[in-house]
């Protein structure tokens, strides 16, 4: 989605924004601009394209000033051109204004602005916003500010400044995330803390109609109708270069191996030993609340549904609730009936997406508890929900997201296994041995990634294929779903993750050479199908990839070749498999060079719905 960087201090504003918006370049763009301030004068450079050609011309026509704001593009409105590139100006280009959001309203609001007599240049919804601060504008920025967001329906994130106010920078939000940086001397506004994070560790996450007016030494917040509200700053948790590579050539490989070290973040404080019971601060839900519960559903989008796919799985298994997982997207054409004494498990790294949020906010108006499973703290879905549990993954900056649905689901499976020990559901030896498990789980994922290379042998065989399919049952079913998703979203090549129950029905139909097929296969109660499947497809003439148990001397017989993992109760196995399927599509993208921490048309966070 798009990303705003603003700034006002003592530095040079282009620096800040420039290197700012890199930091937010993983959020994908397809234009560039930044407006700066300087005695008395706003002046604007926009470039389609990448930040490289923005800052090729700031070299040849540099802008100095110490106030200034920034913006990459993401087209929601209008094709990606530099005219409808941000930042927008009003008519008399004395006031400059980014935008991340969408404006529902903006039809009737431009229609009304120009039988005013103003004047367009883009197809965009965001310049209908500068134009109404413009119409409401007599000396005071704050006062129009506020009147014209009042007028907007949908979503934003705002930073504007004006050529008549060298000493002030102001910014709201609604729906589209937004920080505020605090510095000596200087602030900033930002779209995630990663952006900001190398200035300082101290922010203020502003909440939706809310907004703040900067100067160099000051940051006042208000509600829409000028009112100060008091807000403790936050301190980012992790160093400065968290959100860099270190030494890794993308963060997806960066991220895939911090998986051990995440995992025990993950659990620290919650699971100390097997025989303790799970501690779970945040999730706000009394131990009567958790025995009369009578249906769990999970909502999410993309990687984050698999998630709940493997949650719906656990919470039956587990806790024997019943449980459902339904895609966010697709729940409010659903209208869905909810129960008394139902939660909803909302599951989202970003705590942003659209979709979500919005099935979010349904779940709560249909009288459900709303619980989420969140990464990014104080996020809009985090700061909606009545309870939340945090992944603890850290910050993760690829497109294609690895650390985080495994740290999704160890924390889904941390909650389900309190809710079997709080509902009596399963036997103490059972939770030992699961909670045991799962704290053998960081070690168990630094044993795969130490087994790269032989997953990186079996990515050379097959890069060159056009299509593959990822057959699962079960449990590992979403598996097989998430590691296509992987493949396919950061290598291009075709890739379906199916029930393998279901490949009679329809998809045997693609087998022949030139597509492989990843088959989890591992020990438990789908093995033996999953031989059968092994077998119709090697019968003919498609090659398998066996994901089994270290050990297994079946699957080596039946497949080509084998990624291993190693043993562990069936109910995990959606962890340690993900980590073999993420190194495979990583190094199949690799191999065909591909863009993978900003794959074509993909963006980190889709704000929009
Ligand atoms: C996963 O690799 C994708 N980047 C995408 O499917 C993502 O999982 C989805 O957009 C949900 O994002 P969220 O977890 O931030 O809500």
New binding site residues.
Partial sequence: MCGIVGYIGDRQATEICLAGLKRLEYRGYDSAGIAIVRDGELEVMKVVGKLAGLAEALEENPLEGTLGIGHTRWATHGKPSKVNSHPHTSMDGRIALVHNGIIENYAELRDQLESEGFEFVSQTDTEVIVHLVDKYYEGDLAAAFRRAVKDLHGAFALGIVSADHPDQMIAARRFSPLVLGIGEGENFIVSDMGAVREWTDQVYVIDDDEMAVITRDSIELTDLEGNPIEREPYTIPWPADAAQKGGHKHFMHKEIHEQPRAMRECLLGRLGAPEKSINLEGLNLTEDEIRGLRKVVFT?????YHAGLVGRFLMEKLARIPAECDLAAELRARDPVVLDNTLAII???????AD?LVALREFKEKGAKVISVVNVVDSSIARESDGVVYIQAGPEIG???TK?YTLQILTISLIAAHFADVRGAASEHELIELRRAMLGLPEQAQILLDREEDVKRVAARFFESPNALYLGRGVNLPSAMEGA??LK?ISYIHAEGYSAGEMKHGPIALVEPSLFTVAIAIKGDVYDKMIGNIQEIKARSGPVIGVAFDGDTEIPRQADEVLWVPESPEMITPITVAIPLQILAYHIADMLDREIDQPRN?A???TVE
Avoid: F, N, P
Avoid at 347 to 353: D, H, K, N
């Fill in positions: 999410a989008c993309g990687t984050a599951v989202s790294q970003s705590g942003e997406t979500t497109v294609a997201s985080a998703l992987k979203e993909l980190k966070t889709v």
